[in-house]
């Protein structure tokens, strides 16, 4: 059974603050992903990987980078945390290949991330 | 532009009636499309996805070219559906990336 490990569960942080947020698949999967997900606004892409250093900005990458030195693990930053960034955080993996819809994507548990 | 659009953000219904969640899609290509279901305190998961044609928990879902609809439907709902329910829409096959609705919470009551 593949397992997304989110490093924290709950965050606190200050404003201002660097943040980092870890993810780690077991899967050997190539295409890592982070959403973000608010009520009303459902989940909005961040930032995805396709590879080791590879990265490509999603719908919402403003305030944030990501970091991907090793296949298993995807990692995101906030460079200087703001308020509006108070949300939850969803890693997410997928294998690659020519037609990754043929498997589903695979889920964190998420990080509760509140930033005062 | 590449969009879903769930209207709904709570359906309430009571146990035992049909239900039916509201997906709505705009792509020009040929879409992939996914029901994803997060149940309270578990990680988001797939329920369905429109090429596999399955029903699944008794919950299908026909996606309709025409009306770029991709609805679930449930004949009658059980209590432990209470959910939150998004749809999905995949237009990059070689990546797995994927465009999510606004979600629809599901209250099923007793």
């Known amino acids: 059974d593949v397992k997304v490990t989110q490093s924290s569960r709950y965050l606190v942080k200050r404003t201002g603050e660097k943040v980092f947020l870890e993810c780690v698949q077991d899967?050997?999967?190539?295409?890592m992903f982070w959403y973000r997900q608010d009520p009303g606004l459902g989940l909005r892409l961040i930032y995805f990987s396709y590879d080791v250093k590879m990265k490509e900005k999603g719908d919402i990458p403003e305030g944030y980078s990501v970091s991907r030195e090793k296949k298993e693990r995807f990692s995101l930053i906030l460079e200087s945390a703001s308020t509006n960034q108070t949300s939850m955080y969803l890693c997410a993996s997928i294998g690659g290949g020519s037609f990754s819809y043929n498997s589903p994507l695979h889920f964190g548990n998420g990080t509760r991330l509140t930033v005062t | 532009a590449q969009r879903v659009t769930q209207p709904e953000k709570l359906l309430s219904v009571f146990k035992g009636a049909p239900v039916e969640l509201k997906c709505n899609y705009s792509?020009?290509?040929?879409?992939?499309l996914f029901w994803y279901v997060q149940y309270s305190r578990q990680r988001l998961q797939l329920l369905l996805r429109h090429i596999s044609r399955e029903s699944i928990k008794g919950f299908t879902a026909d996606l309709n070219k025409g009306e770029t609809s991709f609805h679930l439907k449930k004949p009658f709902a059980q209590e432990e559906d209470s959910a939150m329910y998004y749809c999905a829409l995949g237009t990059e096959g070689n990546t797995g990336k994927l465009i999510f609705g606004q979600g629809t919470t599901l209250q099923v009551k007793p």
């Open positions: 899967m050997d999967h190539e295409n």
């Open positions: 792509y020009s290509g040929s879409p992939e």
